[in-house]
């Protein structure tokens, strides 16, 4: 959940359900859809999500974990320390 102290004065609160198929709804005011969690806004958190689990996973495991963004928007991760 994004608290609307972090989102800002105006918005409402920002949040996520997980559904018992694994996957995630989101909770995102018509307003905030609109003019701060737009789709690109919400792919982008996607993406930041997605990379703090791999990382965290990775680095149990011993291995480093750096990310790049691409021209696109797009996050490469690269992780090393395979044995």
């Given at each position: 959940?994004?608290?609307?102290?972090?989102?800002?004065?105006?918005?409402?609160?920002?949040?996520?359900?997980?559904?018992?198929?694994?996957?995630?709804?989101?909770?995102?005011?018509e307003y905030?859809?609109?003019?701060?969690?737009?789709?690109?806004?919400?792919?982008?958190?996607?993406?930041?999500?997605?990379?703090?689990?791999?990382?965290?996973?990775?680095?149990?495991?011993?291995?480093?974990?750096?990310?790049?963004?691409?021209?696109?928007?797009e996050i490469?991760?690269?992780?090393?320390g395979y044995?």
């Amino acid at each position: 959940m994004i608290r609307r102290q972090h989102v800002g004065t105006a918005a409402n609160d920002v949040g996520w359900e997980r559904l018992p198929d694994g996957t995630y709804r989101s909770w995102i005011s018509e307003y905030d859809q609109q003019h701060r969690f737009n789709p690109a806004m919400q792919n982008r958190i996607k993406q930041e999500y997605a990379y703090q689990v791999i990382a965290r996973q990775q680095r149990a495991c011993g291995r480093s974990v750096e990310r790049q963004r691409l021209p696109g928007g797009e996050i490469e991760v690269l992780i090393g320390g395979y044995r």
